[in-house]
């Protein structure tokens, strides 16, 4: 098939069977990573920008505003300039400088704050950046991933979809990491249509205010929140198991080392959390997971022996 853009090629990305991570169990992992932007967050890109142009919401020529730690924003950055648009992405002294590149080649404008939150990190300090810019700038619209209907869609009607075909069979445990949760909301609500009894796990970090835990620092972009997501309905998850940044990195150099699979901090939190979960289960049965990103945009952080050497003193709150 020969597409258009690469916009087109979004989506229907494989599913593995983790057997050398887990042996003894059944972990089926849809390999986001291999999204042409790099990451799941050119679904919900592709998704409100195409919809958007649409319904008339968007035209060409206007701009989207966003508050974003790297994955989204490289997304919007990608969808926007091939349908005309501009975009500016709004981020933080955490961002690293390898998203922070990305951003810039992909055309994105950079708008950096440096005032902490209320909360002592940047989130609500970068929304609040967007507001004003949308305010000012004429023809802008915000994309507030976190409130926008249109994201957990984007995976319902996308990633969901792709798991059901690929997978034959029951599943027993979708356990996905969150930030926005518009991915484990979006896929949980689509496999529920043909599995009402689907367990749905979340994966938090420590130090996320997402499920009410206590705010801490957390040092893994992209994986965790300090605000509760608008579009959250918390009781569509069944359990939510929180793991530190030391145990991220270990997910993900596990992970590369038994399957050969380069991917971002979030997917090592997830090795850590069905690790977690399969030591409690007598039968954990089939369970999918997605992995959101790859590892080069992680190589100072979850890969770096320094960085993980700083972060292991941290403990892991039970859970």
């Known amino acids: 098939m020969i597409h258009d853009s690469v916009i087109d090629c979004v989506g229907s990305t494989p599913v593995v069977r983790l057997s050398r991570c887990f042996p003894g169990a059944e972990v089926l992992a ?16 592709r998704f409100i920008v195409e919809r958007g142009l649409a319904d008339g919401t968007l035209r060409p020529g206007m701009r989207l505003v966003e508050s974003t730690s ?9 969808v926007a300039g091939l349908r005309g648009l501009s975009f500016t992405a709004v981020v933080d002294p955490k961002t690293s400088p390898t998203n922070l590149r990305l951003l810039e ?15 002592g990190g940047y989130l609500h300090t970068r929304v609040r950046r967007a507001r004003e810019l949308v305010a000012s700038t004429p023809n802008a619209v915000q994309i507030n991933q976190y409130a926008n ?35 484990i909301q979006g896929i949980a609500r689509r496999l529920r249509e043909t599995n ?11 130090g996320s205010v997402v499920f009410g835990a206590p705010p801490a620092p957390r040092r893994i972009p992209g994986f965790g929140a300090s ?8 009781t569509e998850i069944d359990d939510v198991l929180h793991v530190a940044d030391a145990e991220s990195a270990a997910g993900c150099r596990r992970l590369l080392s038994t399957e050969k699979i380069f991917a971002g901090g979030s997917s090592g939190a997830v090795v850590a959390g069905i690790t977690r979960l399969i030591s409690r289960l007598p039968d ?17 952080l979850v890969y770096s022996d320094d960085w993980v050497a700083a972060r292991e003193p941290e403990a892991a709150v039970p859970s």
């Open 30 to 45: 849809k390999l986001e990573m291999l999204n042409p932007g790099g990451s799941m967050k050119d679904r919900p890109a």
């Open 70 to 78: 790297g994955n989204l924003g490289i997304a919007l950055a990608m």
């Open 105 to 119: 080649l992909f055309g994105a404008d950079v708008e950096m704050v440096t005032e902490p939150d209320e909360a």
């Open 149 to 183: 209907e249109l994201n957990w869609r984007s995976y319902h009607e996308t990633a969901g979809e792709e798991i059901l075909r690929a997978v034959d069979g029951p599943i027993d445990y979708l356990v996905a990491a969150v930030s926005t949760t518009g991915s």
């Open 196 to 206: 009402p009894r689907l367990k749905v796990v979340a994966v938090d970090a420590v």
């Open 227 to 234: 605000r509760v997501p608008e579009i959250l309905d918390p």
């Open 284 to 300: 954990p049965g089939r369970i999918v997971t997605v992995l959101p990103d790859r590892g080069e945009r992680y190589l100072d």
